[in-house]
């Protein structure tokens, strides 16, 4: 069965730089989230989109942006990158139907190192 | 708010021994609750859910079983095996929360000696 994919795996960029992750949700799901896992952490929510909409908005700082486009599929844009900002980046994708409980299919995650 | 607390790690255990890992929540709704498990250098794997009270989930062995009364859904195994060695994560989606993200619990190392 198709997964989330996430694109790069591995990024390495210098402090004050900008990076862009990607991410394709598993066909015909119509919601994308994602999370930041810093070293021996649990995934924090950053942000998640529904039919293109931002649909909430966690503990995403301000030089962060995301967008979900017509093909569902989302990219993380992030900005004057920090040493901080070294993390496991997940995406996770979900059909949601209201009534009905969501679950959410993780990708392998993209792994930022800021040097 | 809606958190959980997970027991800490590492877990160390031999191979066959029995596993319970403990995972208690709060909430203002009635969540659904997953068990997340992560492989070294992996992503996040579903490992099972329930979405309401007395519901048991169940996967590889691994069951849960959503206790309303106690607010908590313990992970347990029969039987561990040097495979089942991740990092298991506990994990709450609110209805009442519009986006359903998911809270985690910080995560519980299991390492299982051969």
């Known amino acids: 069965a198709a997964g989330v994919i996430q694109s790069p795996r591995h990024l390495i960029k210098e402090k004050r730089e900008t990076a862009t992750l990607k991410c394709y949700p598993i066909?015909?799901?119509?919601?994308v989230y994602w999370y930041q896992q810093g070293p021996g952490q649990d995934p924090q929510f950053l942000i998640s989109?529904?039919?293109?909409?931002?649909?909430d908005k966690g503990s995403i700082p301000d030089r962060f942006s995301a967008q979900q486009f017509s093909d569902y599929h989302s990219e993380l844009n992030m900005s004057s990158l920090e040493l901080g900002d070294s993390a496991l980046y997940f995406c996770a994708s979900s059909s949601l139907d209201r009534g009905q409980t969501d679950t959410q299919y993780f990708g392998p995650g993209t792994r930022l190192t800021v040097l | 708010g809606n958190s959980v607390t997970q027991m800490e790690g590492p877990v160390t255990l031999s191979e066959e021994a029995f596993l319970t890992i403990n995972c208690t929540y709060t909430a203002t709704g009635y969540p659904s609750l997953f068990w997340y498990v992560q492989y070294p250098g992996e992503g996040l794997q579903l490992l099972l859910k329930a979405t309401k009270a007395d519901d048991k989930g169940s996967n590889k062995g691994f069951e849960a079983t959503y206790r309303k009364e106690t607010t908590s859904f313990h992970l347990e195994k029969g039987s561990v095996q040097v495979s089942d060695s991740a990092v298991y994560f506990c994990a709450l989606s609110d209805p009442m929360d519009s986006s359903y993200k998911l809270i985690f619990g910080s995560g519980t190392r299991l390492l299982v000696r051969p």
């Open positions: 066909p015909r799901h119509d919601t």
């Open positions: 989109f529904y039919e293109k909409m931002q649909s």
